[in-house]
């Protein structure tokens, strides 16, 4: 039972709600002090240091950052006048970035394993496979003598291939890049499958006693052209030295003549004792 002694229970206890509604009383809202003149210019100034330091920025850099990152902002559509009364926005083509997406294969399915040509094995991925597209699984891989790559001159030189027949006839042989040994700085070499290439090379001269015999044909017309620059080398050192010794006499020849001869009245002559030149003249 609850004893009310006439006393409220706020007055007792001042966090204790009122059960009263009448008793209730809405305290008024404190309003906020009003700025003093002082505050009011001081955020004026501080204003209007933000407007100069923005100012300031935007004039060192007036162009927007175009690195990775960076958001550009959309100009304005331009307004075209038609003269008809009306104004048409001009809309601006978005440019289509062409973005380089690298597909990554799919996954392998159980049928579509590679059967290996060597030990007939199923394989899913191999280097051969990946550059050269041989059927040939890793541990098949003969590096030293089937599988040896062979560089673009030794295919040129050796099996008599010329540039279109590595480049353009179909379907084209493949290589991979690789750095010179010799020197970084050069470019960077080419290297075939030397399977490849000698499928390829039988494809045009038909059989390996043909390439032989155009290799052979090419061997002695490279000796007669060496022998024909030995033997024109030879002529020339000939001359030099006949020019060397022969000497040409570029003295001017005095006549040594004899004794004069009478030969008619008041006409004699003289005879030269070396070459033989006979001087006829009049004495008076």
Same mark, same amino acid.
């Given at each position: 039972?609850?004893?009310?002694?006439?006393?409220?229970?706020?007055?007792?206890?001042?966090?204790?709600?009122?059960?009263?509604?009448?008793?209730?009383?809405s305290a008024p809202e404190e309003e906020k002090p009003a700025l003093s003149a002082a505050?009011?210019?001081?955020?004026?100034?501080?204003?209007?240091?933000?407007?100069?330091?923005?100012?300031?920025?935007?004039?060192?850099?007036?162009?927007?950052?175009?690195?990775?990152?960076?958001?550009?902002?959309?100009?304005?559509?331009?307004?075209?006048?038609?003269?008809?009364?009306?104004?048409?926005? +001009?809309?601006?083509? @978005?440019?289509?970035?062409?973005?380089?997406?690298?597909?990554?294969?799919? =996954? *392998? &399915?159980? !049928?579509?394993?590679?059967?290996?040509?060597?030990?007939?094995?199923?394989?899913?991925?191999?280097?051969?496979?990946?550059?050269?597209?041989?059927?040939?699984?890793?541990?098949?891989?003969?590096?030293?003598?089937?599988?040896?790559?062979?560089?673009?001159? +030794?295919?040129?030189? @050796?099996?008599?291939?010329?540039?279109?027949?590595?480049?353009?006839?179909? =379907? *084209? &042989?493949? !290589?991979?890049?690789?750095?010179?040994?010799?020197?970084?700085?050069?470019?960077?070499?080419?290297?075939?499958?030397?399977?490849?290439?000698i499928k390829r090379s039988l494809e045009i001269w038909g059989s390996e006693e043909a390439?032989?015999?155009?290799?052979?044909?090419?061997?002695?017309?490279?000796?007669?052209?060496?022998?024909?620059?030995?033997?024109?080398?030879?002529?020339? &050192?000939?001359?030099?030295?006949?020019?060397?010794?022969?000497?040409?006499?570029?003295?001017?020849?005095?006549?040594?003549?004899?004794?004069?001869?009478?030969?008619?009245?008041?006409?004699?002559?003289?005879?030269?004792?070396?070459?033989?030149?006979?001087?006829?003249?009049?004495?008076?």
């Amino acid at each position: 039972m609850v004893r009310n002694d006439g006393i409220n229970n706020c007055c007792l206890f001042p966090w204790f709600p009122s059960l009263d509604p009448a008793m209730e009383s809405s305290a008024p809202e404190e309003e906020k002090p009003a700025l003093s003149a002082a505050m009011r210019a001081k955020i004026e100034r501080n204003r209007q240091r933000a407007l100069m330091l923005r100012q300031a920025r935007l004039a060192t850099r007036p162009y927007p950052p175009t690195g990775e990152g960076s958001s550009k902002v959309k100009a304005p559509p331009k307004i075209i006048d038609t003269g008809g009364g009306f104004f048409l926005e +001009e809309e601006e083509e @978005e440019e289509n970035k062409a973005e380089k997406v690298v597909h990554l294969p799919g =996954p *392998v &399915l159980e !049928f579509d394993y590679i059967i290996c040509e060597e030990c007939g094995k199923e394989f899913m991925d191999s280097y051969l496979m990946n550059h050269f597209d041989l059927a040939t699984c890793d541990n098949c891989r003969d590096v030293e003598e089937k599988h040896k790559l062979i560089t673009r001159s +030794e295919a040129k030189q @050796e099996y008599l291939l010329k540039d279109c027949d590595l480049d353009k006839r179909e =379907p *084209v &042989l493949k !290589f991979i890049l690789k750095k010179n040994p010799h020197n970084p700085r050069w470019g960077d070499m080419k290297l075939y499958l030397k399977l490849q290439v000698i499928k390829r090379s039988l494809e045009i001269w038909g059989s390996e006693e043909a390439l032989e015999e155009a290799k052979e044909s090419r061997q002695d017309n490279r000796e007669k052209m060496k022998q024909k620059k030995f033997d024109k080398k030879v002529k020339e &050192l000939r001359r030099a030295v006949r020019s060397s010794v022969w000497k040409k006499d570029t003295s001017v020849h005095q006549h040594d003549y004899g004794d004069e001869e009478m030969i008619d009245e008041d006409l004699y002559k003289k005879t030269c004792r070396t070459c033989g030149h006979e001087l006829t003249y009049e004495k008076m």
